[in-house]
């Protein structure tokens, strides 16, 4: 995804930039040089990929396009980079990474300085993904209630205000939070024992439901899921935002499963359910984005409580 439009105007960024603190001084822009061949070579010395490259002569007013399409640059790799015939040597350079956060180096001399290397020390996200809100859901299943929730973006040094301040999630129950800031983050929870775990570099825009399950606690043995309960993978493609089973039989209310969960593709949860006995059901499935419905019809139960949802 670009975060950043291509044609976006130098003075817009100039101005997000002061106004997300203070910058370098702008370098003394060279002469312009013989007509020649303009060739760069980027470097990624940063510890992330770099999905976007923009290269633009310092006089003109807009970006241009991203000079990497498709493509992205891992740490550590380089690309060279042709820039048509010119007679200017003053370039500005921009590199967006995969967390939408970007990096300048403005008035290269390119007509002397052939490469250009970005550590990502001097990288800013953008104030709009800094103040951007996310719901995230939180599903309970572990063995022990969660009395907190705290979640602060992957860079901050303190973990901020708690989410839950009023409420506890009890084993099985699923909870929804509001949490501001970008989409890496890191999450801790506090269980009912005062055990504490944590979970760094979660991506709460690609995966904004998050199941807390047994592996998390630190203390006290985590009891089984009840026999009678179904195991749901979503390998769809689509978030699924409801499951609903019902009596194959036709003589009883469906129930959906996953109530304010909503599960990701490539996500499991084992869902409680109690069979009252019967075996045979079928399922009602909707699903996020526009995806059409599904029923699946005659499902056993009792022979196999594991439902795999394929595209």
């Given at each position: 995804?670009?975060y950043?439009a291509?044609?976006?105007t130098?003075?817009?960024?100039?101005?997000g930039?002061l106004?997300?603190?203070?910058?370098?001084?702008?370098?003394v822009?060279?002469?312009r040089?013989?007509?020649?061949e303009r060739v760069l070579?980027?470097?990624?010395?940063?510890?992330?990929?770099?999905?976007?490259i923009?290269v633009?002569p310092?006089s003109?007013d807009a970006?241009?396009?991203?000079?990497?399409g498709e493509?992205t640059?891992?740490?550590?790799?380089s690309?060279?980079l042709r820039?048509?015939?010119?007679?200017?040597?003053?370039?500005d350079v921009q590199?967006?990474?995969e967390?939408?956060?970007?990096e300048?180096q403005l008035?290269?001399?390119l007509?002397?300085?052939?490469q250009?290397?970005?550590t990502g020390?001097n990288?800013q996200?953008p104030?709009?993904?800094?103040?951007a809100?996310?719901?995230?859901?939180?599903?309970n299943?572990?063995?022990r209630?969660?009395q907190?929730?705290?979640?602060?973006p992957?860079?901050a040094?303190?973990?901020?205000?708690d989410?839950?301040?009023h409420?506890s999630?009890s084993?099985?129950e699923?909870?929804?939070?509001?949490?501001?800031g970008?989409?890496a983050a890191?999450l801790r929870?506090v269980?009912?024992?005062r055990a504490?775990?944590e979970?760094?570099?979660?991506?709460?825009?690609?995966n904004?439901a998050?199941?807390?399950?047994?592996?998390?606690?630190?203390?006290d043995q985590?009891p089984?899921v009840?026999p009678?309960?179904?195991?749901?993978?979503?390998e769809?493609?689509?978030?699924?935002?409801?499951?609903a089973?019902r009596?194959?039989?036709?003589?009883?209310a469906a129930h959906?499963?996953?109530?304010?969960?909503?599960l990701a593709?490539?996500?499991t949860l084992?869902?409680?359910?109690?069979r009252?006995?019967?075996?045979?059901?079928?399922a009602h499935v909707?699903?996020?984005?526009?995806?059409p419905?599904?029923e699946?019809?005659?499902?056993?139960?009792?022979?196999?409580?594991v439902?795999?949802?394929?595209?």
């Amino acid at each position: 995804m670009h975060y950043i439009a291509a044609m976006m105007t130098r003075g817009l960024l100039l101005a997000g930039l002061l106004a997300a603190g203070p910058v370098r001084a702008e370098t003394v822009r060279p002469p312009r040089g013989p007509l020649g061949e303009r060739v760069l070579t980027i470097v990624n010395n940063s510890d992330r990929a770099v999905n976007e490259i923009y290269v633009s002569p310092s006089s003109a007013d807009a970006w241009g396009e991203d000079r990497l399409g498709e493509a992205t640059l891992a740490p550590g790799d380089s690309i060279r980079l042709r820039l048509g015939r010119t007679r200017e040597c003053a370039f500005d350079v921009q590199v967006i990474y995969e967390d939408a956060s970007r990096e300048l180096q403005l008035g290269q001399n390119l007509c002397r300085d052939k490469q250009l290397a970005f550590t990502g020390a001097n990288a800013q996200l953008p104030q709009a993904v800094l103040e951007a809100q996310h719901q995230v859901v939180l599903h309970n299943g572990s063995g022990r209630a969660i009395q907190q929730v705290f979640i602060s973006p992957a860079e901050a040094t303190q973990w901020g205000d708690d989410l839950l301040p009023h409420s506890s999630v009890s084993v099985g129950e699923s909870v929804t939070v509001t949490y501001q800031g970008a989409c890496a983050a890191d999450l801790r929870v506090v269980f009912d024992n005062r055990a504490a775990e944590e979970r760094r570099g979660l991506d709460l825009c690609e995966n904004p439901a998050i199941n807390i399950k047994p592996g998390w606690t630190t203390a006290d043995q985590v009891p089984t899921v009840a026999p009678q309960g179904v195991r749901l993978t979503n390998e769809s493609g689509h978030a699924v935002l409801e499951f609903a089973l019902r009596p194959e039989a036709g003589d009883g209310a469906a129930h959906d499963l996953l109530g304010a969960v909503a599960l990701a593709n490539g996500e499991t949860l084992q869902l409680p359910f109690g069979r009252n006995g019967g075996c045979r059901f079928d399922a009602h499935v909707e699903f996020d984005g526009g995806a059409p419905a599904r029923e699946i019809a005659g499902l056993d139960l009792c022979a196999n409580p594991v439902i795999t949802l394929r595209p």
